[in-house]
């Protein structure tokens, strides 16, 4: 198993860009996650699913998309990139007793 | 009140020192504690799970869980160099709810 995958590992936007950070999981996981994480600001939720086709807010949702199409896939989507959103981006879905979460490795966003 | 409250640290002790890492959280309904364990630049992974107050031991590593107190605590015995990482609580009701996280203890082990 490979777990959570995410792509790109590091990327630049300049301000207005748009992209779309990909993950994946090969757990068969129904709820999967999306986190930004600031220094010394912990684990923010962005959007989470609880299945396919399923999606909703969490914390700090603003300037994200999300869509579920799939079971393994959870692509999160950057519209008019702003420097505010500069963070590292973690993917994690959830399987297994007590809710635990597994984690992507993260993406690294720089918007200059 | 924030839901769940920790120490950011950052915490710098000598190799072999007993660690304690603490979490405080408001509400009651929390069931599900788990610490999670990141090192630089990596995805945070599990360390250890609990449910319910009471002690959970792995290795070097022991979980207490205080309900009365909504109190958590990870202890890292004989510490190591390679046990220098950010260590984040996680609490939760189970079900279909969300982790709650705190932001996290970075913690330095020097040789």
């Known amino acids: 198993n490979a777990g959570v995958t995410q792509t790109p590992k590091f990327r630049i936007l300049k301000i207005g860009q748009s992209m779309t950070l990909q993950c994946t999981q090969d757990?068969?996981?129904?709820?999967m996650y999306w986190y930004r994480q600031d220094p010394g600001m912990g684990l923010k939720l962005i959007y989470y699913?609880?299945?396919?086709?399923?999606?909703d807010k969490g914390e700090v949702p603003n300037g994200y998309n999300v869509s579920r199409s799939t079971t393994e896939d959870f692509p999160l989507r950057l519209e008019l990139a702003a420097p505010s959103q500069t963070s590292v981006y973690f993917c994690?879905?959830?399987?297994?007793?007590?809710?635990?979460?597994?984690f992507g490795p993260g993406t690294r966003l720089l918007v200059l | 009140q924030k839901e769940v409250e920790q120490d950011p640290g950052p915490l710098s002790v000598p190799e072999g020192a007993i660690v304690s890492l603490n979490c405080t959280y408001s509400?009651?309904?929390?069931?599900?504690f788990m610490w999670y364990r990141q090192y630089s630049r990596k995805g945070p992974e599990l360390l250890m799970y609990?449910?319910?107050?009471g002690n959970k031991e792995d290795g070097r590593f022991t979980a207490q869980v205080d309900k009365s107190s909504k109190y958590i605590s990870l202890f890292i015995r004989d510490s190591q160099p390679s046990d220098s990482a950010t260590y984040l609580c996680?609490?939760?009701?189970?079900?279909?709810?969300?982790?709650?996280f705190g932001k996290g203890t970075k913690l330095t082990v020097n040789p």
């Open positions: 996680a609490i939760t009701q189970g079900g279909s709810e969300k982790l709650v």
């Open positions: 994690a879905s959830t399987g297994g007793a007590g809710w635990t979460q597994y």
């Open positions: 699913s609880v299945g396919a086709g399923i999606t």
């Open positions: 509400n009651s309904a929390f069931q599900y």
């Open positions: 757990m068969n996981h129904n709820y």
């Open positions: 609990t449910y319910s107050s």
